[in-house]
Structure formats: structure tokens, C-alpha cells
Antibody, heavy 119, light 107 residues
């Protein structure tokens, strides 16, 4: 069965960097686009980024463009989110998700990793 | 960016009721819309994609409809397990965007 396990979340000071990882199993990772979505405490879902199945295309939410970078390592079946210049408003639970047939909807989700940006 | 607006929020209903949640897009997204269910402390779960296609394993009491800018999620015969939050998401163009969510509460 499909499994997505996020890691790397922690408490970090404003302006610092953090890298999240998402390890995938149970499907052919190299064939599917992957997403990151976040949810601030008590708030709704915010789409963050997508990377295409072959890594050639990446798109971002306006709120993170220029600060966050999504990447993938198919040999490790892992997708990453490099987060730089972190701000308080980046505090959230970060989910990775598998795209549904490279269409754009999010077919499978991990359980999330918590990032807290605070001094 | 495409704005997604859900209504109502919150929504109060009873077991057995038929409820409808509406999602409006700020511009046409043909049928590129998905619906998700999220329970407290859990990850979201895909219910519907391409506006009306039911995800495998999702009960048939869930249905989606609409095109263009107006979409609906209908739950026919509410079950206790259905009380949760629901989100729409457009995937017509980047950046993808979610609605603000609809919390379905027990009346």
C-alpha cells in the first residue's frame, strides 16, 4: 500500500533554513508528480509546491516562491522541501502528497511533519 | 491566482440528512476540481476528482457535480463518520489553490 512518511520538522528561528523529507513506498515513485501542502494550526489547507515526475518542472505558491525549493531523488524514493528565510507565517504542519496520475489532485497523503518558526 | 470560495461554513446537520457544500472558483476551471475530507488530527483524504469522479473505496453517498466556476459536493444520508471538514481544490492552473474549508457539525 502507498506510504508517505515526512520528517525533518522542528522548531527553528526566523530567518533560518530547514529541509523536509518525504520517503515514499508502495508505488512506482519515479512515475508520479509529488506535492507539498501545509496547514497552519487551526487553519485550512495551503498548497505549497509540486515537482513533476521527472523533476523537470516545479511550481510554487506565491507565499513561498523564491524561498522554498522542491526536489526529488528517485534512487531514494524521496521528495524534499528546502525552506530558507523562514518566517513566523511558515509555522504549519507540512504534508507531502502523491499526485493522482499526474493530473494535479492529491491522491495519497502522508501524516505530516510540524515546522514551528519562533525565536 | 484562482480563488476558491466554499459555502456554507460551518454547516450543521443530523445523521440521515442530505447536505450540499458549494465551491466557487474566481475563474473557469472546467472540471479540474477535487474534494477532500479531513478529520481532526488526521491527514486529508481524497473523495472526488475531476469534479464528479468518485475515488476508489469512497462510499457512494458522496457525489460531486459542476463545471466552470460552480461545483457541489453532496452527501446523501449522513453517517456519524462523515462529520469532518471538507475542502475543494482547483488544479486547473498554478498555483493550485484550496477553498477555506467547510466544517460539517452535528446539529
Amino acid at each position: 500500500q502507498v506510504q508517505l512518511v515526512e520528517s525533518g520538522g522542528s522548531v527553528v528561528q526566523p530567518g533560518r533554513s530547514l529541509r523536509l523529507s518525504c520517503a515514499a513506498s508502495g508505488f512506482t515513485f519515479s512515475r508520479d508528480a509529488m506535492h507539498w501542502v501545509r496547514q497552519a494550526p487551526g487553519r485550512g489547507l495551503e498548497w505549497v509546491a509540486i515537482i513533476s515526475y521527472d523533476g523537470s518542472n516545479k511550481y510554487y505558491a506565491d507565499s513561498v516562491k523564491g524561498r522554498f525549493t522542491i526536489s526529488r531523488d528517485d534512487s531514494k524514493k524521496t521528495v524534499y522541501l528546502q525552506m530558507n528565510s523562514l518566517r513566523g507565517e511558515d509555522t504549519a504542519l507540512y504534508y507531502c502528497a502523491r499526485d493522482g496520475g499526474n493530473s494535479g489532485f492529491l491522491a495519497h497523503w502522508g501524516q505530516g511533519t510540524l515546522v514551528t518558526v519562533s525565536s | 491566482d484562482i480563488q476558491m470560495t466554499q459555502s456554507p461554513s460551518p454547516l450543521s446537520a443530523s445523521v440521515g440528512d442530505r447536505v450540499t457544500i458549494t465551491c466557487r472558483a474566481s475563474q473557469s476551471i472546467p472540471g479540474w476540481l477535487a474534494w477532500y475530507q479531513q478529520k481532526p488530527g488526521k491527514a486529508p483524504k481524497l473523495l472526488i476528482y475531476k469534479a464528479s469522479s468518485l475515488e476508489s473505496g469512497v462510499p457512494s453517498r458522496f457525489s460531486g457535480s459542476g463545471s466552470g466556476t460552480e461545483f457541489t459536493l453532496t452527501i446523501s444520508g449522513l453517517q456519524p463518520d462523515d462529520f469532518a471538514s471538507y475542502y475543494c481544490q482547483q488544479y486547473n492552473s498554478y498555483p493550485y489553490t484550496f477553498g477555506q474549508g467547510t466544517k460539517l457539525e452535528i446539529k
